[in-house]
Nanobody
């Protein structure tokens, strides 16, 4: 099982980035997916998740209305579209795949993790 995250970079406040996470050696569409992030000196926190059954998406209050999680089951890839980025969105973003089909905000529900991609929001 492998998850390869990409798409991070430096962006100005108000800008956009699209993170991608390609899965290999297993089928993504049967499992819940999530994005977490870790700011410098802080614990890893949940950002967004999506179940596999009905595709319901959930967002942390700090990103709701600005971020969109999605999945491409054909391409076996998950995405996080980030718009209107703020300096407080800076951090390493991690994709994660659960052992279960139901979405969860809890780190321990996710068995597989990508390597992380750095997002820096700064002018």
């Amino acid at each position: 099982v492998q998850l390869q995250a990409s798409g991070g970079g430096l962006v100005q406040p108000g800008g956009s980035l699209r993170l991608a996470c390609a899965a290999s050696k297993f089928t993504l569409d049967y499992y819940a997916i999530a994005w977490f992030r870790q700011a410098p000196g802080k614990e890893r926190e949940w950002v967004s998740c999506m179940g596999s059954s009905d595709g319901s998406a959930y967002y942390a209050g700090s990103v709701k209305g600005r971020f969109t999680i999605s999945r491409d089951n054909v391409g076996n890839t998950m995405y996080l579209q980030m718009d209107n980025l703020k300096p407080e969105d800076t951090g390493v973003y991690y994709c994660a795949v659960s052992r279960y089909s139901q979405a969860s905000t809890v780190k321990s529900a996710y068995a597989y993790w990508g390597q992380g991609t750095l997002v820096t929001v700064s002018s």
